[in-house]
């Protein structure tokens, strides 16, 4: 597979990605759910940023300087994970993590975060927010993904507890006893919660077919794709994700 790692993806990924140090990549860090200190589900949103044509790597480094180092010594911004969609590589989709709203008012008020806006509205084409509901996100304590999958699943209503229920044990499952398998981040839309948004860290591309190849896997697969009514997978380009260690719930 030719190499498409570009340094734009590093720069923009790594530096909002986590303010824990550089881990090992082939860490075999148990699995930890991510939770507010009193054990509740964390606020989620997915960030969907457009540049105009060409600028995404501008954009990186706007953020390289700007937000990206507050963000790392922000207690309450516990993940800001994303991937530049290999399809069109003007668009980037972030999963924001934060332990509540205030955390999120204190990161969006900032003034590292004015000036990264400021900076890059001139080559912001759009940007959506889309607010979700975290059904399971689970990663490992630390380690370092270079593949991030996301998914759309609409799931038929009446099949919506059962897919829940069934996601929450294969992504606990997975990080935990899947050495290559980094986090699975599993959401839903506030007004439309038959609609799934997630995200896959792997530790690189073997990792992932390895899992995708696995009995664990297929019968999951088996079990999840009848109660769906659509379902679409993104790729992205490769990137380098250092795992944050914030919110992640102790035993």
């Given amino acids: 597979m030719k190499n498409r790692m570009s340094w734009k993806v590093r720069v923009l990924l790594c530096l909002i990605a986590s303010s824990s140090a550089f881990s090992f990549a082939f860490s075999s860090a148990s699995a930890r759910s991510v939770r507010t200190p009193e054990g509740n589900m964390p606020m ?100 370092v993904a270079t593949v991030v999958v996301m998914r759309r699943y609409e799931v038929a209503p009446e099949k919506l507890w059962d897919y829940q229920r069934l996601a929450k044990s294969e992504a606990v499952r997975a990080v935990d006893e899947d050495e290559g398998v980094m986090g699975i981040f599993v959401t839903a839309e506030h007004d439309n919660p038959n609609i799934i948004h997630t ?31 659509d379902a679409r997978t993104i790729e992205n380009l490769p990137a380098n994700i250092t795992l944050s260690a914030k919110g992640l719930k102790k035993d």
């Fill in 199 to 229: 995200m896959e860290l792997y530790r690189d591309q073997e990792a992932r077919e390895r899992y995708m190849e696995s009995e664990s896997y297929r019968a999951f697969s088996e079990k999840a794709t009848p109660m769906f009514l």
């Fill in 44 to 143: 989620v949103h997915w960030a969907v940023l457009e540049s105009t044509p060409g600028n995404m790597k501008a954009m990186g480094e706007i953020a390289a300087k700007t937000v990206g180092p507050q963000a790392a010594q922000e207690a309450g911004t516990y993940m800001l994970y994303g991937g530049v969609d290999e399809s069109n590589r003007d668009v980037m989709r972030l999963l924001e993590i934060y332990e509540g709203y205030e955390a999120y008012r204190i990161h969006s008020t900032s003034e590292a975060f004015q000036d990264y806006r400021a900076a890059r509205f001139p080559i912001l084409k759009s940007l959506r927010i889309l607010e979700v509901n975290g059904i399971v996100l689970e990663q490992k304590e630390e380690g």
